[in-house]
């Protein structure tokens, strides 16, 4: 797969769009035990892993993208930092499982998602959890409008056009722009294409496959985006 997440966005990301995870930290740090090893995918620069970090949890942080992983390193020095490419790569054996921002819609089809569901249990070790959300299939009708957006920082401006390529792929087009300290200018373009799951079908793959498993709309307390949903699993003890 081609890596997304180049330098620009992963920088704009990290100044405008981390507020994810901040969401997510309260519902998440309360299911987990304390003192917890958690393997996090798709950490992104840690808008969630500081939190766990601050908590006391030794967090294994993965991403694909490595201007991602370079800004998680500055950003919380005491995570452990490692590139794993869901879908390429195998899930190395985890006591806990976390992801947010919709990191699992990034995979080629419904299919690869179960996949790296069905990679997550095998991975999790007993009486550890999974704690992930999704981009539901209804997250196609919480979009009222597809008007583009421009977001604007300093040094930088943002265009993104939204598509629905199907009833379950949201395309984003992303053209950016910024400019270094030195005055030099750079741009960049992706496209971001997100299948949407349906969440009760990928909840059935975890209890199939041996978890205690429910869809639910947030992690804890917090009003999640419409469309989103939780996947809360467990392996039992024993
Ligand atoms: C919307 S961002 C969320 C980042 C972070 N979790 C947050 O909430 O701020 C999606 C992240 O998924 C990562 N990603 C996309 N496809 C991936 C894949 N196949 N394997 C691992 N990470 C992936 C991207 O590099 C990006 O960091």
Redesign the pocket.
Known sequence: ?ST??GPGLSAI?HEA??S??DLCAPGILAALAPDCQVLE?????G??TRHLVAAGHRVIA????TD?LDLLAEAVPHATVGR?????DGIIPAPNIV?????LN??GSQEQVFDVLLQCVDSLEMGGLLLLDLLDRSYAETRATLEPLRWEGEGWEMDVTFALASPDRFVRDISLTWTDPDGTSHHEHEVHTNILVDADEACRVLVDAGLVAEVRRSFGDEVLPAGFAVLHGARPAG
Not at 41 to 45: H, I
Not at 62 to 65: E, I, M, N, Y
Not at 84 to 88: M, P, R, T
Not at 99 to 103: K, T
Request: no cysteine; net charge negative; proline share 0%.
């Open positions: 797969m997304l997440y990301h769009f981390a994810h995870g995918l798709g950490a992104g620069s808008a969630l993965t991403d694909a993208s991602m794993l490419v869901l879908g390429d992801s947010v921002g919709h990191v990034y995979l």
